[in-house]
């Protein structure tokens, strides 16, 4: 009842965890739904085989990339025949995927990005997809096209596989997406068979003929029905997980900054409440009652906000998950579905959240004398209590050694040191503000002692001998413009300093780069390119290189995983099915790019015809002219290149985290400025009987939102400067040319201005309102 | 003899051994703040009992220890040495929770101001006590409380629409409402203009003569004293000077007033 009495009768003080939780519980809604639609689904090219039979699924050393384990073209061969003997089986596809796409006026058309357009023709009844036209491929020569390109049966034209460009004839149409070559030229392109799809008879069950396939084909996956979607193409597993990166990073950040909000603005009103809660600790409620008014308050305002964000958070799941599409993070089938468990654990999180947030305000609550309720007039607490000294104290200490340590890390280390330094100072600031805003509000108003008006020394007196107050409008800014120009700044700073490394190494080198394909030819790279490809070793997959050496080095990690040593021998399934025995001649340390496994070049090409170069440096422009999806670039134009998808990415990412804080720490300055008039009511209705005119009080409230904002600004830029000085050090060690700190100004001006605009609209806001009634 | 409305009092029976005629009692009481020669003394050495179906006025000059008396008396805060009872159980030994628990059962608190949660209405306000005690009240009990201060038609109005007098009426309801052995009123008419004091002076001296409850009450308005049964000087941290009945005889006040200025002279 009291819980319940007290949300009712202070909305307005509870205003502000409302918003934050109902923001978090929209925010960590809208992921959730958006990640639970994004889950894989079965390919729509095998989606008419009931039952897949496939190699097991391994995942690579970071659990991010996997493929599944093929078997040779013999072994295929015997296994389908035993899978096609069993009761109920029509037949079985060997299904092939590789490299294949066409030209069309020397322009390569579709997805540049897929590298596994290319069938063997069999497999187009994996789909279900439908001969529109024409026959199907037969011999070499000779394709099956996507009825979409808008070619003509009969046509000639250009086909580029892994080999290079060959001229073909279009005998077939297709409904459906893909390159179908003939199976005999499949096979050739990639003798590996990672699927084997089974078509039934018309009335065979699938679980039947599965438990049947599981005992002919022992170690092999059989899927049917949902389990198929763990074959989904590894392109759609990339995209999925670096739109995962992104929700989870906003989901969490909703989650710390929310129990953040919820916390502050609940200290703020038990502080404010002070006398109340005295007086039912002197009517009879045990420190037990008073926790739990404050936890059921919290759970109150929890089910509200968790029921408004779970409604927000399904009508912006659609949007977002449109965005995620356009922003190439999800696939663009995409369909965000409405789903009840999503929204369910969002809510329960958000109750979650508030409690938490509420607990320790809780605490102190239960702490309150019951002679709090005898005193006049409520007197500000100790600016600092020795918690927040030693927590203050602490973070500062730590934010100092890492920022020392930005200095002496070794280069790779150096920006992670300056992200934790900066993230340390960040909280030493807020937590020691009530100590160092007096001082600077004293060298800030120094120039304006003599100054005539009431106003400087009003807003100078209200700020120093309220530093709690002001610490707590203060902190939040702190934590906004810290943040801004923290991440802002990051990027900035690595989006100059990678290129300009990898321009420095190659200076003077032309590169040969893909233009509208995955990769590069072997009639376009040459025989001295990398070859990537991947092999599969116990139950890992592992990203092997192809390069001009002899040797076979292995990273530390995934020698690691393999429990193989220099001088081991260990046996590697090749893509095509096919094993061989490796002497492992090196270990290089982690950390350096593309360098899992590096294996001869021939090696690689002798067990993967698909493999595509991704790039081919010295290459003489004018010998690739004419070769379609080739392009020739300078050192510089090539870098760029390189880094504009990842700085794409970090940008987003950037962006869109820097936009979710600025808009969270605005309901907490609007909040703690909207509770700190409120509680200035007394002094608000003494001005006024002293003369200021109701715009003179609102300018003063104005002034002193703007002083803590400038305040709060540059403690902001003071905590994340130094840090990101030493990031800039660290890279230029790492890339190897002087790299000089870059500020997003634009951003850091947007954030500032944003901060005050809310804050000083706030203050009028509530300053208007508490003067409104001036009786305390 | 127990009152048939008087809730939990088999409870109370198991602890209080003897019946009382003191509800309240304070023996050797000693009250320190602070340590070395920051050290003040608020109570020396005080020994006081406020007997059962009495209104005591507790008087003294600012510094004299009468707020330190009630809260101390009220278990609010805690003796540095010496024993307080109330309803004969020693608070000393109790713990925070245990001695909340007799609060809640056994005292009852009027404040000069802010006595009533803001948020809730002036019913709810005076069922507080029982509902944290876990009990569900009666719904014509908590209207009879309210009745009894004349209040009966203002059950659903919050704080904010009630007027200071009105304000005090629903906290002398509400610490009336468990039946308990004592009230205290730390300067209840302080913040209120004559005739609103008159109202609730009046209610607590009803309250002692027609439920037989015991209040004892801190003032510096010798007309507040007045409608006490007995007047307790302080000065010092130690009784100074006692004023016996009977209350609202003419010229009391007046009587009062000298005596206080006389306390605060020497």
Redesign the interface.
Known sequence: ??AL??V???AASLAGTFAGLTLGVALIAMTLLVHFSALPRTPDRLAAAPVLVHGPVAPDADGIGSGVRPWSAADAEALAGRLSGLPGVASVVPDRSFYAQLVIGGVPIGDAGDASAGHGWSSAALGAYPLVGGVAPAADGEVAADVATGLAIGARTTLLTARGAAEVTVTGLVDGPGVYLSDGAAARLAPGVPVLGLLLRPGADPAVVAEAAKAAAPGAVVATGEQRAALEPVQQAKTRWLGTQLLIAMASLAVFVTVFVVASTFALNVTARR??LG???????????IRRIVLGEALLVGAAGGLAGALLGTVAAGPAGRLLVRWGLAEPGLQVRPQVLPVLIAVAVGIGVALVGAYAAGRRAAKV???A??R?AAVEARAMGLGRWLLGGGALALGGFLAARTGTAAADERVNAALFAAMALTAAAALLAPVLLPPLVRLVSWPLRGARGAGPMLVRAESLTAARRTAATAAPVIATVGFAVLLSGMVSTMREAYPAGQAAKLAGITVAVPDGTPGLTEAAAGGRSVLPSRVYAGDLSIAAFGTATERVSVAAGVADALRAKVGDTVTVVFPDGLTERLTIAKVTPDGQIDDDLILPRDLVRRHDPSALATSAAGMDATALAGLPGVEVLDAKAYADRESSEDSRLLWLFATVLIALSVGYTGIAVVNTMAMSAESRRPDLAVLRRAGATPRQTLRYAAAEALLVVALGTGLGLAVTVPPLLGMAAGLAQEVGVPVALRLHWPVTAATVLATAAMAVAASLAATRRASGHPTG | MRGTGRAGGLDRMTITHSPVAEAVGLSGAGKVYGTGAQAVTALDDLTLAFPTGTFTAVMGPSGSGKSTLLQCAAGLDRLTSGTVRVGGVDLGGLSEQRRTVLRRERIGFVFQAFNLVASLTAAQNVELPLRLAGRRPAAAAVRAALGEVGLADRAAHRPSELSGGQQQRVAIARALITRPDVVFADEPTGALDTAASREVLGLLRAAVDGHGQTVVMVTHDPVAASYADEVVFLRDGRVADRLGGPARAPGRAEQIAGLMARLEQR
Do not use: D, K, N
């Not at chain 1, 007086?279 to 009652?289: F, I, K, N």
């Open positions: 009842m009291i009495a007290a009712r009768g202070r006398r109340e007086l039912l600790r002197t009517v009879g409620a045990t420190p037990r009652q004398p019951p002679m309720a005898l006049e």
